[in-house]
């Protein structure tokens, strides 16, 4: 089992960037793949991206590639995603998920297993 904890939000103003970590307390962290999801007012959560437990592959919705990028330290516990050139569409509450040796399934929230709480990003015009 793992506990996911999101930090990094903040308000920005557009083309800004922002950096948000995923910390994991529990063990074995090493073969969870982590994913991004987010969450705007009024609309469904969304998948953004995801990184592999194994290879370390990266994944990435059509919106925001180019501009995020996501990365893990396993030593540390830690996914972080990088968001750079940021839109105000990219105004949401963030999440990260995680579950064991996931090999299929990046974007569908429902075959994550662990969910952090969340952190908020805004982002002004």
């Known amino acids: 089992q793992v506990q996911l904890v999101e930090s990094g939000g903040g308000l920005v103003q557009a083309g800004g960037s922002l950096r948000l970590s995923c910390e994991a307390s529990g063990r074995a962290f090493s073969i969870y793949a982590t994913g991004w999801f987010r969450q705007a007012p009024g609309k469904e959560r969304e998948f953004v991206s995801a990184?592999?437990?194994?290879?370390?592959?990266?994944y990435y919705a059509d919106s925001v590639k180019g501009r995020f990028t996501v990365s893990r330290d396993n030593a540390k516990n830690t996914v972080y995603l990088q968001m750079n050139s940021l839109k105000p569409e990219d105004t949401a509450v963030y999440y990260c998920?995680?579950?064991?040796?996931?090999?299929?399934?990046?974007?569908?929230?429902?075959?994550?297993?662990?969910w952090g709480q969340g952190t908020k990003v805004t982002v002004s015009s």
């Open positions: 998920a995680a579950d064991p040796f996931k090999t299929t399934g990046w974007g569908d929230r429902d075959k994550y297993d662990y």
């Open positions: 990184i592999s437990w194994k290879d370390h592959n990266t």
